[in-house]
């Protein structure tokens, strides 16, 4: 029976990448719980965030041949976990009826250019909005949000403690739901049963 060489994460994906299963499952468990609290964290509740992460995972496998082993696995795993919540909330909408203020919103089979341009617009104003977070903040969510680092190794990188991080993360995420409360209304009415 042949040892898995785990020295490296760059290792393992490159096993990975190859086909091996046991580098898939050991992959799985390192990352199960990160992505499934990264999903936590951006979904509505009506959204099952083990369902997403199982879905990203069967993604992973399918296209395992995109990975580069020299590139950061997680930012590739959290970057399709970002599409899959995209596509779980444009199938949403595509479902239901909603109205927002006094204007309603009745077409139910919105286009695929429609669902991408207000994808795009709100991902612009989510950059705009992260943009005008003051520096140190700013890092420490990109870290968090983009590279998938959890609370302590952002503490470590940056020599302080995991409160101030946890703290600041909050005040960013804060910042921008209140920025962004005409999509929160949006999907409050998407999801609302």
Same mark, same amino acid.
């Given at each position: 029976? %042949? ?8 290792? $393992?994906?490159? *096993?990975?990448? =190859?086909? &091996?299963?046991? !580098?898939?499952?050991?992959?799985? %468990? *390192?990352? /199960? #719980?990160?992505? #499934? ?9 009506? +959204? ?17 041949? /995109?990975?580069?082993?020299? /590139? ?8 399709? !976990?970002? %599409?899959?919540?995209? &596509? @779980?909330?444009? #199938?949403?909408?595509?479902?239901? $009826?909603?109205?927002?203020? &006094?204007?309603?919103?009745? &077409?139910?089979?919105?286009?695929? =250019? ?15 909005? +992260?943009?005008? $977070?003051?520096? *140190?903040?700013? @890092?420490?969510?990109?870290? =968090?949000?983009? #590279? ?5 190794? +952002?503490?470590?990188? $940056?020599?302080? =403690? ?13 910042? +921008? ?17």
């Amino acid at each position: 029976m %042949h040892k898995l060489e785990l020295n490296t994460e760059k290792e $393992l994906v490159t *096993r990975f990448i =190859s086909g &091996d299963q046991l !580098a898939f499952e050991l992959l799985f %468990h *390192r990352y /199960k #719980n990160k992505l #499934n609290g990264f999903v936590m964290k951006l979904a509505p509740s009506q +959204i099952d965030p083990d369902e997403v992460v199982q879905k990203v995972f069967i993604k992973v496998w399918i296209q395992r041949d /995109k990975v580069k082993p020299e /590139k950061s696995f997680s930012s590739f795993l959290f970057t399709i !976990a970002k %599409h899959e919540l995209v &596509d @779980q909330l444009r #199938n949403a909408i595509n479902r239901k $009826l909603y109205f927002v203020g &006094d204007e309603a919103i009745s &077409d139910l089979l919105i286009s695929d =250019s429609t669902a991408e341009t207000a994808k795009i617009e709100l991902e612009e104003k989510v950059t705009g909005l +992260i943009e005008k $977070l003051p520096d *140190r903040r700013r @890092q420490i969510f990109e870290m =968090s949000r983009y #590279n998938g680092l959890t609370y302590r190794q +952002i503490a470590e990188e $940056l020599g302080i =403690s995991e409160n101030t991080v946890d703290t600041q993360i909050r005040l960013a995420l804060n910042f +921008i739901r209140k920025e962004v409360t005409k999509v929160k209304v949006i999907l409050l009415a998407i999801f609302s049963k």
